[in-house]
């Protein structure tokens, strides 16, 4: 093809790495190394490449609403969803491989045709800016271009087992990090964010930000969103923890990263402290409330929400879902950060770095852990939400980190009796969340219409349970339903399967490739030919 061919008649003495410009040069980039600095009829050439790719591209939200490719030879023939090459952004070949040893081993075509989708989607897709050199990368979550904390150290997750193994790919996740670690540092109360400046790329406008006033005030050049949700801060440490226990690489481990641990650390002790002190002050570090005739909406108490007393969890304003929270303490959120606050300790012990950072990492670990079981948990039921005041709210989210999720977080054993119990709940008429119609049924939330429950639901239902028969009707229920566009949606309507919302959310396709990996490893017999497990990259 013409920009191949121009690719391959560029200077062959350039130093080789990978660098992607604005949709569609991942693939032809990839295997591209080149210096920066280069000579002006170099980078007008670079420029004529970027501008060609870019216009044969078509936008990946309106591809994704509609079949493209072949069919799979199962029952639901489902479609070819990926991009062609040349649109990719990302490109690499551990992730190939993996798509190759899957689909020759999963027994259902249907099945092999949907990890094959979603298993490469964050890198066919969402890598809208990378440079190696400047060790930055945005990426956005699919159908909107911003770049959040949660949904990036999620898009990532499946991919872990592979950076010990593909340079490439880790230098990738590498500059993911420093990139956010940039972010973090300057606006720890935010979670979604624009792109670099040396990206070259706009700033988005975002409807429901307008009209917004936040406390501490932000710059929307460089935020998208400043809903704070703690585990937005989480998945910053989640991908940070992922990278150096795959690559023992300490030099991500950088100024800007340990100021952006010592921004979320500030964060905890702030969120953690009661809504009034002992003199009856009124303590806030964070407010954010719609304005009059704003899309956001007012928020009670100045933007402050429902008002909190000490437990030793965190508060958090804004739940998973970016929704408001009803109560502060966000119980999923708070094991969530219990657990990565003990990896964040692990990965600085190894490294020998901030050893002071590391002890009150392990202190806040303890200290939450404690306050969940002391203050959540009653009749082995465990609260959505509370507030340290006696109040609680029974209820879960399909968004992780939610109950449902505490086994994939790594906060309990699926077998804890309390875990077991909170699920049955979780899954029936007792959760307000829960739904069910002819052909699907999930956990939704407030997000989405009521009766639209999220395939991540049941996606996390597989990770709680190791019962055959519930983990494949589980991954029936998705499988059967992705309106015959073989990828994963964000919420799908009980009463009208056809009825989904959007057709591009790279977190939820990532989510449910990693959660057929997990079945290849633990329960090979559900999903292969043969009962041998199976780990990517080992």
Not at 19 to 25: A, C, H, V
Not at 58 to 69: H, I, K, R, V
Not at 127 to 146: C, M, P, Q, W
């Amino acid at each position: 093809m013409l920009l191949g061919n121009f690719i391959n008649g560029l200077n062959d003495s350039w130093d080789v790495g990978s660098r992607t410009f604005p949709y569609g040069l991942g693939y032809l980039w990839g295997a591209a190394k080149m210096k920066l600095g280069l000579g002006v009829a170099t980078s007008i050439a670079i420029s004529l490449v970027a501008a060609t790719a870019q216009a044969d591209c078509p936008d990946y939200t309106t591809y994704a609403q509609s079949p493209q490719g072949n069919p799979s030879s199962g029952p639901l023939g489902l479609p070819y969803m990926r991009p062609d090459p040349a649109c990719r952004t990302f490109n690499s070949t551990s992730v190939e491989k993996v798509i190759l040893d899957m689909k020759s081993r999963l027994k259902d075509p249907d099945v092999a045709r949907l990890f094959e989708n979603t298993f490469p989607n964050t890198l066919d897709t969402t890598v809208k800016y990378y440079n190696e050199r400047e060790n930055l990368a945005f990426i956005i979550t699919g159908d909107i271009t911003a770049q959040w904390l949660r949904d990036t150290g999620n898009q990532f997750a499946h991919y872990h087992t592979l950076l010990s193994v593909d340079a490439d790919l880790a230098n990738l996740v590498k500059a993911v990090i420093n990139n956010e670690a940039r972010y973090v540092s300057q606006y720890p109360y935010c979670g979604a964010f624009q792109p670099p400046p040396e990206s070259g790329l706009g700033p988005s406008v975002n409807n429901w930000a307008l009209g917004v006033l936040v406390n501490p005030p932000v710059d929307n050049q460089t935020v998208f969103e400043c809903k704070y949700e703690i585990d937005s801060l989480c998945g910053f440490i989640k991908l940070s923890s992922s990278y150096y226990e795959a690559t023992k690489d300490a030099s991500m481990m950088n100024a800007e990263w340990l100021a952006a641990i010592d921004q979320i650390l500030r964060v905890i002790d702030e969120q953690s402290r009661a809504s009034f002190d002992a003199d009856w002050n009124f303590i806030s570090y964070y407010n954010w409330t719609g304005l009059a005739g704003s899309l956001a909406g007012a928020v009670n108490n100045g933007g402050n929400g429902e008002p909190k007393g000490y437990t030793g969890m965190v508060g958090t304003h804004h739940r998973p879902s970016d929704d408001l929270s009803t109560f502060a303490f966000l119980t999923p959120a708070n094991a969530m950060l219990s657990v990565q606050l003990s990896n964040l300790a692990t990965i600085l012990d190894h490294a020998g770095v901030a050893p002071n950072v590391s002890s009150r990492a392990k202190y806040w670990s303890k200290t939450i852990e404690q306050a969940v079981w002391e203050h959540t948990v009653v009749d082995g039921i465990f609260a959505y939400e509370t507030n340290g005041l006696g109040s609680r709210y029974v209820m879960d989210d399909a968004n992780v980190p939610s109950l449902l999720s505490l086994p994939y977080l790594g906060f309990l054993d699926m077998n804890h009796p309390d875990y077991v119990k909170t699920k049955k709940m979780l899954m029936s008429r007792g959760n307000p969340y829960y739904v069910r119609g002819r052909s699907f049924s999930g956990i939704g939330g407030p997000h989405i219409d009521v009766w639209n429950p999220w395939p991540m639901s049941q996606v996390t239902n597989i990770f709680g349970t190791s019962d055959d028969e519930e983990i494949l009707t589980s991954l029936y229920t998705i499988v059967n339903n992705t309106g015959g566009l073989g990828l994963i949606h964000e919420s799908i309507n009980i009463y009208n399967v056809s009825d989904y919302t959007r057709p591009w959310f790279a977190w939820a396709n990532s989510y449910f490739s990693e959660m057929l990996l997990d079945l290849a490893q633990r329960k090979p017999h559900l999903i292969f030919t043969d009962n041998k497990s199976y780990i990517p990259g080992q």
